[in-house]
């Protein structure tokens, strides 16, 4: 069974940087796509970013575009989010999965098929 664990949250000011990483065990995490997810308080789960299994596409929800960077490196079983420029609304707990899917990107959580039990980021002057 794949496990994903996340890292990398905390509370910061508005504008600054974070970076989170999420550690994937098991063998096909480089078969498979990767996802961020959000989840604010009162409110539904969101998608964030997503990357295919080689990296060579990207997917991001609107609000995170031009300041989210979604990575990953399959030979250490790692995906990262670099989030620079952060603002209040974006502080929820952030959740990475693992896609069902073996090509391209989705928004779709449906369509991811482990996750990982979340990390905050609270951002707050």
């Known amino acids: 069974q794949v496990q994903l664990v996340e890292s990398g949250g905390g509370l910061v000011q508005p504008g600054d940087s974070l970076r989170l990483s999420c550690v994937a065990s098991g063998r096909t995490f480089s078969s498979r796509g990767m996802g961020w997810f959000r989840q604010a308080p009162g409110k539904e789960r969101e998608f964030v970013a997503a990357?295919?299994?080689?990296?060579?596409?990207?997917q991001y929800t609107d609000s995170v575009k031009g300041r989210f960077t979604i990575s990953r490196e399959n030979a250490k079983n790692m995906a990262y989010l670099q989030m620079n420029n952060l603002k209040p609304e974006d502080t929820a707990v952030y959740y990475c999965?693992?896609?069902?899917?073996?090509?391209?990107?989705?928004?779709?959580?449906?369509?991811?098929?482990?996750w990982g039990q979340g990390t905050q980021v609270t951002v707050s002057s």
């Open positions: 990357i295919s299994w080689s990296g060579g596409r990207t």
């Open positions: 999965a693992r896609g069902g899917y073996s090509s391209g990107t989705t928004d779709v959580s449906g369509l991811y098929d482990a």
